[in-house]
């Protein structure tokens, strides 16, 4: 079984061990942009998807109860648990199988405050059993999510068919620009492609993303979020600087310039988030 094969197998098993919540969670993340291909509003690009080994999943602040629970049937169905942080509860991967490959982890929103009353940051929470990480913006990936039929016709084994929501790009595009500034330089890079490149998926309905932003999103955003992501494209992408030279080395083979990366993202963020 090829690698590709493998990581497909385990994340087909993860979505049918959540398949009680699928309703409630989003795929977010790497796994959100992958999916994108398999949306008909998707163009068909000569390269393939960025891909990366963990599945993020934001959840909300409280699951519907089931008989069991997201962490027990993630167990039974032959995840393991990794414990990361020092946290309580401490953030946990969730690996399938051993020596590394997919693993998934869980993101909820952090609500008000960093810090609790006793000055403690907020940090973790229990959602379903599982303990998901805390973090700004997360609530953006929740919004009107879009949907995607995954089985064994597009290549991910499960029978039957399974239906799954996945972050709107809309929203990707938002969180991604503004959880900029608080990313490590790689991590950055990586980003500003992973903005590229859904623009480049979406380029010939950018003006239905603008529509998706302007009613659903941004009536949940506070004014100078609203101004941020209106300036996003001059602030990220006018001119070429490090960051988009890394990650323009990122996009390899393709032989993405620095310059091109630059102009398509700028010209992608103005469609979308640019001053009415």
Same mark, same amino acid.
């Given at each position: 079984?090829?690698?590709?094969?493998?990581?497909?197998?385990?994340?087909?098993?993860?979505?049918?061990?959540?398949?009680?919540?699928?309703?409630?969670?989003?795929?977010?993340?790497?796994?959100?942009?992958? !999916? @994108?291909?398999?949306?008909?509003?998707?163009?068909?690009?000569?390269?393939?998807?960025?891909?990366?080994?963990?599945?993020?999943?934001?959840?909300? +602040?409280?699951?519907?109860?089931?008989?069991?629970?997201?962490?027990?049937?993630?167990?039974?169905?032959?995840?393991?648990?990794?414990?990361?942080?020092?946290?309580? +509860?401490?953030?946990?991967? @969730?690996?399938?199988? =051993?020596?590394?490959?997919? @693993?998934?982890?869980?993101?909820?929103?952090?609500?008000?405050?960093? @810090?609790?009353?006793?000055? =403690?940051?907020?940090?973790?929470?229990?959602?379903?059993?599982?303990?998901?990480?805390?973090?700004?913006?997360?609530?953006? !990936?929740?919004?009107?999510?879009?949907?995607?039929?995954?089985?064994?016709?597009?290549?991910?084994?499960?029978?039957? =068919?399974?239906?799954?929501?996945?972050?709107? +790009?809309?929203?990707?595009?938002?969180?991604?620009?503004?959880?900029?500034?608080?990313?490590?330089?790689?991590?950055?890079?990586?980003?500003?492609?992973?903005?590229?490149?859904?623009?480049?998926?979406? *380029?010939?309905?950018?003006?239905?993303?603008?529509?998706?932003?302007?009613?659903?999103?941004? +009536?949940?955003?506070?004014?100078?979020?609203?101004?941020?992501?209106?300036?996003?494209?001059?602030?990220?992408?006018?001119?070429?600087?490090?960051?988009?030279?890394?990650?323009?080395?990122?996009?390899?083979?393709?032989?993405? *310039?620095?310059?091109?990366?630059?102009?398509?993202?700028?010209?992608?963020?103005?469609?979308?988030?640019?001053?009415?």
């Amino acid at each position: 079984m090829s690698d590709q094969d493998t990581e497909l197998e385990a994340f087909s098993k993860f979505i049918v061990a959540l398949e009680p919540w699928l309703r409630e969670v989003v795929l977010i993340g790497g796994w959100a942009h992958r !999916l @994108y291909r398999l949306d008909p509003r998707a163009r068909k690009l000569d390269y393939l998807p960025l891909t990366t080994l963990d599945g993020d999943v934001a959840v909300p +602040p409280k699951l519907k109860k089931e008989e069991s629970t997201v962490r027990k049937r993630l167990l039974e169905a032959g995840f393991q648990e990794e414990f990361v942080g020092e946290d309580r +509860p401490p953030a946990t991967h @969730y690996h399938y199988g =051993k020596g590394g490959g997919f @693993y998934a982890e869980f993101l909820a929103p952090l609500e008000g405050s960093e @810090y609790d009353r006793d000055g =403690k940051r907020k940090a973790t929470k229990e959602v379903g059993g599982v303990s998901s990480q805390l973090l700004r913006y997360i609530d953006i !990936l929740l919004l009107s999510p879009w949907e995607v039929v995954l089985g064994e016709e597009n290549g991910y084994p499960m029978s039957p =068919k399974r239906t799954v929501q996945i972050a709107n +790009p809309a929203s990707f595009l938002a969180q991604k620009i503004l959880i900029h500034g608080q990313r490590d330089y790689k991590d950055r890079a990586k980003d500003l492609l992973y903005m590229h490149d859904t623009i480049e998926v979406f *380029s010939e309905t950018l003006d239905e993303l603008q529509k998706l932003f302007r009613n659903d999103v941004a +009536p949940k955003l506070h004014p100078r979020k609203i101004v941020e992501l209106e300036r996003a494209a001059g602030t990220l992408f006018d001119k070429v600087t490090d960051t988009i030279r890394e990650a323009a080395l990122i996009a390899g083979a393709r032989k993405l *310039s620095p310059e091109r990366l630059a102009e398509t993202s700028r010209a992608g963020l103005n469609e979308i988030f640019g001053v009415r």
